[in-house]
DNA sequence: AAAGCGGGGTA
DNA sequence: TACCCAGCTTT
């Protein structure tokens, strides 16, 4: 393949500008085996700008292994509050807990596959950035950065089908003497300047290997398929009755949100026949569906599901709400003061 | 192989 | 609005 062929030089351009152009991120200012596990699982599927502020917190709060392996699910699960993802966060729990115990410590690529939340990808960036082994990491940028360096035209079905499709080549294009750095420096690459939309070719380090900069394809490359979205309507109740709120509480053993409150559903709550008011409108999306929800001030049925709870006002703080339900809870809580602050 | 997961940023 | 982001797990 033409890229590899000079691979030697490429990898020599790329270093350079990465020596010089990294941006200061706390796990490489201060760089630890712990600082690197906790940001790579904050860091899938997330922007840095976007975790960057959860990090410094988190690392207050759990310095080290130890400390997250002692703490409770409530306090992890509070600490990722917003985050997304939140199995991540359980996972990196987990993690912790059998880093600890674990006799002999995980130190390839490999073994900390075996650990929870951990896949290829995060596999070959803690064994690459701290423990010095040849894996190179394949992804969104590196995709993006090969798939232009080649002009490959391939159209992929998903994301991890063009991971797959990149993985011989990334290896083959790894600097096994500094994987560590090579990774970082791919993952920067496509991060501040291989930019999805408008890539800052003119300042590119490597843009005399980039055949998509030759033909002008940029924009074009890589060519991965979308998903359709679809539409979903929820409504949900606003109860609150003198100092308490109604929520629902998801199961500590649900495989997703596990221990998380959200407003409960308008069925859960509500009779039929009650009256109910509009309170709010909301969208969100989550990956490739559309969301609408609305929020209802209505009475509650005589008997509630097990998993319907009265949250006094005042531990509202204390609990974790995903995004947005914090958001709205927060609305709707100082509407009504106001309303209540007016008579 | 495909679906599900969350939130924020951006054009 | 639609798509993307240092992906992984479950079905």
């Known amino acids: 393949m033409d890229l590899l062929s000079k691979k030697i030089t490429f990898r020599h351009a790329l270093a350079q500008w990465y020596a010089k152009a990294q941006r200061p991120l706390p796990w490489r200012t201060q760089p630890s085996l712990y600082r690197t596990v906790v940001s790579e699982l904050m860091a899938q ?30 306090d992890v699960l ?18 912790a807990q059998q880093y600890i115990a674990a006799e002999s410590k995980p130190r390839t690529q490999a073994a900390w596959q075996a650990l929870p939340g951990i896949g290829p990808y995060t596999s070959a960036a803690i064994s690459s950035i701290a423990l010095g082994e040849a894996a190179a990491v ?25 991971v797959k499709a990149f993985t011989t080549t990334a290896d083959a294009l790894l600097d096994t003497a500094n994987p560590g750095q090579h990774n970082q420096a791919m993952m920067e690459l ?14 590119c380090p490597v843009a005399t290997f980039c055949a998509a900069k030759r033909n002008g394809t940029q924009d074009a490359r890589p060519k991965i398929e979308r998903k359709a979205s679809i539409k979903i309507e929820i ?41 109910r008011r509009l309170l709010a ?26 998993s319907i709870e009265w949250i006094a006002v005042r531990d509202l703080p204390r609990i974790t709400l995903s995004g947005p339900h914090r958001r709205w809870i927060n609305e709707l809580m100082s509407m009504h003061n106001s309303v209540a602050g007016t008579q």
């Not at 917003?82 to 996972?91: D, K, Q, T, V």
């Open 45 to 74: 599927q997330t922007q840095i700008k976007t975790m960057l502020p959860y990090f410094e917190r988190w690392m207050r709060r759990f310095p080290n292994f130890t400390a997250l392996a002692e703490a409770s699910s409530e």
């Open 78 to 95: 509070k600490h990722w509050e917003g985050l997304g993802y939140y199995s991540r966060a359980r996972n990196l729990h987990k993690l």
């Open 138 to 162: 394949v992804d969104g940028n590196v995709v993006r950065i090969l798939a232009r360096l080649n002009d490959d035209a391939r159209v992929f079905k998903n994301n991890g089908e063009a």
């Open 190 to 203: 496509g991060a501040t300047l291989c930019l999805k939309h408008k890539p800052l070719c003119t300042v």
């Open 235 to 275: 409504n949900r109740a606003w109860v609150l009755q003198g100092d308490k709120l109604l929520l629902h509480r998801i199961a500590e053993n649900s495989s997703q949100l596990a221990g998380q409150y959200e407003l409960p559903t308008l069925e859960a709550v509500s009779a039929k026949t009650s009256k």
């Open 281 to 306: 409108s909301r969208s969100r999306a989550i990956t490739h569906r559309r969301i609408k929800e609305h929020i209802y001030q209505t009475k509650p049925k005589r008997t509630l599901d097990h």
